[in-house]
C-alpha cells in the first residue's frame, strides 16, 4: 500500500485493505515514531516480513520509507478510537501477523482495553497484566520501591488545583509535576500528557489545572537536577536476557524529556542492582526501560519505568543488544538467547531534537536544570565533532532520513508561522 494514496479520512476501508495480500510475521504500530524505524530494521534485516501501520494525521512515517518494510498500512481512523480498533483487526485479518509490536501510550492503552479480543487473533509483545499496569501507573511503581528501599523523590499525589497549596508546602520550589500515568481519556479521545518544571506557585497551578483537565492525578514532585541514568533489560520466564545502559547527557525539553544525546555506559552496580530488583518484583516481562535521576551528592532517585520500546533502543541495537528482535522472539514463543555485553562509550544523538533543545535552552534561560544559553550552543556545535551515531541515519537504508527531515522541516515551519500568528500587530505610524 502506497501511503501517498491514502489522502483522506474519508478513504475506503475495503479499499485501503485490498492491496495488503501478502502475509507478515508481524505488524507495527507507530510508524511516525523513531523506534519504529529501528523495529522494523531489525527484523526485517532478519528475513521477517513486516508490515507498519499509522494514522492518516500522524503522516509523514519514515518507518513506511525502510527498504524492510514490506506493508505501508494508512488507518483512516484517529488513534486510540473504536473505528482504529476495527481498522486494526481488519489489518490482523488480512495480513495474517503473528506478533503485534507498539510503541506509543495511545496504543498501548487502546490494547489494554481489547487485550482479551486481540489475543484471538495475534501475539502482542507487551507484559502482561498487573505487572503492565503497574508499570504504567508511577504512583504504583514509586510505592513498590519504597517497599524495596530505593531511592524515591519525596512527592504528593494531588488531583486537583486546590491541594496546590499544601503540596507547596510539603515539597516547595522548584517542583516537578508529573502525571500518574502519561496516557488519559475523557468521554471523546485520549491524550498523552508530560510532566512540567514549576518554579512559582502560579506556574504550579497551571500545570495542575492543565494535566487535571482528564480527570487523573498528579505527583507533585521533588526536583532533582543531576545525571539522568536509563537502564533496558529484557526479562522472561523469571531470567535477565540482556542489560543495557546509557546516561542521557541531553534531552527535549532540558529539564527532562526525550533524549537528544546519550552516551551508552557499563552497567552501573547500585542503579543496576535497584531496578533489577524492581522488575523481578513486578515481574515486568519483555522490554523494560527503568529511569533514574541522581541528585548533587551522587544519590539515585528512581524515577519512572517504561514498558515499551521507547525512542532510545537504535543506540542498543547499534551497540550489540537487539531488543527488538529479542521481543519478537519472545512473543512468538521463540527461544531466547542471552545477550552478555554491549559496547561501551559510544554516543548516540537525535539531531532534530537536539536542535530544539539548544533553542530551549536560550528561550529558559536562567530557569533550574537549564544549561546557560552560550554553554548549551558550544555543546551543540561540539557534538558533531564527537563521533556519533545518528537516529533515523543507516546507510543501508537511507531512505528513512530523509522522511524525518522532511517532518521536521515541516513541524519547525510550523512553529515559527504559529509564533508570528502570536505577535501582536504592530500600529502603523
Known sequence: MESGKVVSRAASRESALATSKALCDVLVLDARLRQSVVIVRSLGSRGLRVAALETF?????????????????????????????????????????????????????????????LEQRVRIALAKE??????????????????????????????AVSDVEAALHEIGLPAV???????????????????????????????????????GTVLFQQFLSGERESLSFFYANGEIYARYAFWGKRTNPPLGGVYTLRQSIPFPEDTGMQA???????????YSQVEFRRDSAGKPYLMEINPRLNLGIGGAVRDGIDFPYLLYSWANGDRLEEVSSYHIGTHMRY?????????????????????????????????????????????????PIWTATRGFVRYALGLIKGGLLRRKPRKLP
Open 351 to 399: 539531531l532534530g531534537g537536539d536542535i530544539m533543545t539548544t533553542l530551549a535552552s536560550i528561550r529558559q534561560r536562567g530557569r533550574p536544570g537549564v544549561t546557560p544559553p552560550a554553554r548549551a550552543i558550544l555543546d551543540f556545535l561540539r557534538t558533531f565533532f564527537l563521533p556519533s551515531g545518528y537516529d533515523y541515519v543507516d546507510w543501508r537504508d537511507p531512505l
Open 57 to 117: 494525521d500522524s503522516l509523514p512515517a519514515p518507518a513506511f520509507s525502510s527498504r524492510w518494510c514490506q506493508e505501508k498500512i494508512i488507518c483512516p481512523a484517529v488513534e486510540g478510537s473504536n473505528e482504529y480498533l476495527e481498522y486494526l483487526e481488519q489489518v490482523l485479518g488480512s495480513t495474517g501477523a503473528r506478533v503485534l509490536i507498539t510503541s506509543s501510550d495511545g496504543t498501548i492503552a487502546l490494547i489494554r482495553q481489547h487485550r482479551e479480543k
Open 177 to 215: 509535576v508529573k502525571p500518574v500515568e502519561s496516557w488519559l481519556w475523557n468521554e471523546q479521545r485520549g491524550s498523552r500528557v508530560i510532566s512540567q518544571l514549576v518554579t512559582t506557585p502560579d506556574e504550579a497551578r497551571r500545570a495542575v489545572e492543565k494535566l487535571t483537565c482528564f480527570g
Open 130 to 159: 498487573p505487572a503492565l499496569g503497574i508499570a504504567i501507573n508511577k504512583e504504583q511503581t514509586l510505592e513498590i520501591a519504597r517497599q524495596l528501599d530505593l531511592g524515591v523523590p519525596r512527592a504528593v499525589t494531588i488531583g
Open 276 to 286: 533489577e530488583r524492581l522488575v523481578r518484583e513486578i515481574d515486568l516481562e519483555g
